[in-house]
């Protein structure tokens, strides 16, 4: 499995870490939230280092479908109606600047960034899409409806906002990571106060970011039952249709389209990780049926952290933690969720107040509806009879015929099928259980 991204670059390598090491800053996780955090504390003169237990961008950053937008499927109404309009004013002026960062950014780097619409549509809900409209518009953000989006699938419309934008994500990393202060292959694999054990030695920092897609400290901030994961599928095809921009069904069940050069990104098939899905083949059939032409030359699948309330947690990592920060949950939109972390981070980091900081406090009120679906979910794979448990919590793995592997209902964690671990949460592989 390898994604169009990975077969166009061939990132740097970075050292291992030997030896103990003193620093002010240390960020744990080497994917996009994690490198542009470290870039922005780099240009700040501050003294950081991250690891990462792999090779940077292995993870999440390199399955992505790569939108760079702030219009986050139908999120502005979801705000609107549980914060009111000033919270959906702020995340929206939040994730413009991040947007706008990033395109600066990309101004100065070849990472085949082009200009591009979003949509978000939906099959059979028009009230929906309006309803955001007259959200997107009270808040200032430039939207308007399409009655017919330029989609292999039958529509009710779509909400439209233009120059959005879309890129090769390791393209990107490439160009920010040079320089940075990074080390790979090195694994934190303990936590005391904030200096963190490695096999090779001691880091010992007076701060700590946690970037690690899913927060791996268990007796903090709940994150536990704060998120769940969800995963999704990717096929990149030839000899398709150019959809001219980029588009995403409002219903999590539904499929994503963008085109790639002269690939077309289909995207979908998804469901909570460790449920059954639709996995490729239902992409493929889809594919087949309407491009009966096309010519399968990638696929791969992402695997996304998705909050209470489909605002990422980005800050202070408990109320107990002065010196741990955590940048999560970003719901499927992790190039302009990463941005954000990255900004708000680094200025909290430098003592600066960052305006948009409170509406993604880690410690916000968690009672939301899906916070009983998480624990539902956890009670019942807890309760399940089953020789093979993730180590994380101890939940009941469930088998994934797809992509060989085990799944973690729970949180998400996956493990090859001799037991090796391949997706946090999870910090180890599986024990006497096979």
Known sequence: MESVWNSSVD??????????????????????????????????????????????????????????????????QKIYKSSGAEAAKKYFEANKAAFDKLAKLCS?????????????????????????????????????????????????????????????????????????????????????GTTAVTKNGRIYAKKVITATHFPFINKHGSYFLKLYQHRSYVIAIKNAQNVD??????????????????????????????????????LRSFAHSIY?????????????????DSIPYIGQYSKNTPDFYVESGFNKWGMTGSMTAAMIISDTILGKKNEYADIFNPSRNIIKPQLMINGLEATKNLLTISSKRCPHLGC???????????????????????????????????????
């Open 11 to 76: 990132l740097p390598g970075f050292p291992k870490l030997k030896g103990d090491i003193h620093t002010d800053v240390l960020i744990i996780g080497g994917g996009l939230a994690g490198i542009l955090t470290a870039f922005l504390l780099h240009q700040n003169g501050v003294k950081y280092i991250l690891v990462e237990k792999n090779k940077i961008c292995s993870g999440t950053t390199q399955n992505t479908t790569a939108k760079i937008t702030y219009q986050h499927g139908l999120i502005y």
């Open 396 to 434: 009941a793995l469930k088998w994934n015929k797809s992509e060989h592997s085990w799944d973690c209902p729970c949180h998400g964690s996956r493990f090859t099928p001799d037991g090796k671990v391949l997706e946090n949460p999870a910090n180890g592989n599986i024990k006497n259980t096979f």
């Open 292 to 308: 009966p032409e096309s010519a399968e030359k990638f696929s791969w699948a992402a695997q996304d952290c998705m909050s209470l």
């Open 245 to 282: 921009g980029m588009y995403v069904d409002e219903n999590k069940k539904g499929m994503s389209f963008r085109n790639y050069k002269d690939f077309l990104l289909i995207g979908g098939a998804g469901s909570r990780t460790g449920k059954k899905c639709g996995s490729w083949q239902e």
């Open 108 to 192: 100065n780097t070849n990472c085949d960034y082009e200009v591009k619409d979003n949509y978000v549509y939906s099959v059979d809900n028009r009230n929906k899409l309006e309803n955001e409209l007259k959200i997107l518009n009270e808040i200032g953000c430039s939207a308007e409806i399409c009655d017919y989006p330029s989609i292999p699938v039958k529509t009710v419309g779509a909400v439209k906002v233009p120059n959005q934008a879309q890129f090769n994500p390791l393209k990107f990393i490439k160009f920010i990571a040079n320089g940075l202060n990074i080390f790979e292959n090195t694994f934190v694999r303990e936590m005391i």
